[in-house]
T-cell receptor, first 117, second 116 residues
Framework: AQKVTQAQTEISVVEKEDVTLDCVYE???????LFWYKQPPSGELVFLIR??????QNEISGRYSWNFQKSTSSFNFTITASQVVDSAVYFC??????????????FGTGTRLTIIP | ETGVTQSPTHLIKTRGQQVTLRCSSQ?????VSWYQQALGQGPQFIFQ???????GRGNFPPRFSGLQFPNYSSELNVNALELDDSALYLC???????????????FGPGTRLTVL
């Protein structure tokens, strides 16, 4: 079975500070995808990024960056120069890569990020 | 916006009643997954439908059932509602293809169900 742990329940930072959200995962499979989703107060889960277990290259998208380390089973998410609009609950998730291509997502419990103006 | 829509937005039911929640997929997507998100928790997988057939089920009792229609829209039905069924129910659509990036699940806004 798969498991995703987000140990940080809540984080508050002052606007323009950098913040890193931690994600640790467990799986016996060697092929999987990792995701980050953002859930604003409206409730809709917004897709942010997907990484393949074969590709440990870090990724940067604007103020967002992701650090994937298979050696520590971690997939951490950093927001640089945070803004109030970044306030939301962030979820890390894992899915196995199957022949079919659609597998269930296993989510962590989320980290509530509050950016203080 | 993802193009995934859900109805209704909010619903209040009493224990023992039955409820039907609806989801319209993003255009071109043939796979729908349903998740239950209790307050303060991450979403939990209920089941998935691919081209009108159930394609995987999570640890939920049989009173949770679903349907997918030829236009790939979907329903989630819950019978004999219990207080613990109070949650946000999320629907996600995706392409049923094993291609990089093609099977990412895109979520709708959810239906918030309250059972009294």
């Amino acid at each position: 079975a798969q498991k995703v742990t987000q140990a940080q329940t809540e984080i508050s930072v002052v606007e323009k500070e950098d913040v890193t959200l931690d994600c640790v995962y467990e799986t016996r499979d060697t092929t999987y995808y990792l995701f980050w989703y953002k859930q604003p107060p409206s409730g809709e889960l917004v897709f942010l990024i997907r990484r393949n277990s074969f590709d440990e290259q870090n990724e940067i998208s604007g103020r967002y960056s992701w650090n994937f380390q298979k050696s520590t089973s971690s997939f951490n998410f950093t927001i640089t120069a945070s803004q109030v609009v970044d306030s939301a609950v962030y979820f890390c998730a894992l899915t196995l890569i199957s022949n079919f291509g659609n597998e269930k997502l296993t989510f962590g419990t989320g980290t509530r990020l509050t950016i203080i103006p | 916006e993802t193009g995934v829509t859900q109805s209704p937005t909010h619903l209040i039911k009493t224990r023992g009643q039955q409820v039907t929640l609806r989801c319209s997929s993003q255009s071109g997507h043939n796979t729908v997954s349903w998740y239950q998100q209790a307050l303060g928790q991450g979403p939990q997988f209920i089941f998935q439908y691919y081209r009108e057939e159930e394609n995987g089920r999570g640890n939920f009792p049989p009173r949770f059932s679903g349907l997918q229609f030829p236009n790939y829209s979907s329903e989630l039905n819950v019978n004999a509602l219990e207080l613990d069924d109070s949650a946000l129910y999320l629907c996600a659509s995706s392409l049923g293809l094993k291609r990089e990036g093609q099977d990412t699940q895109y979520f709708g806004p959810g239906t918030r169900l309250t059972v009294l």
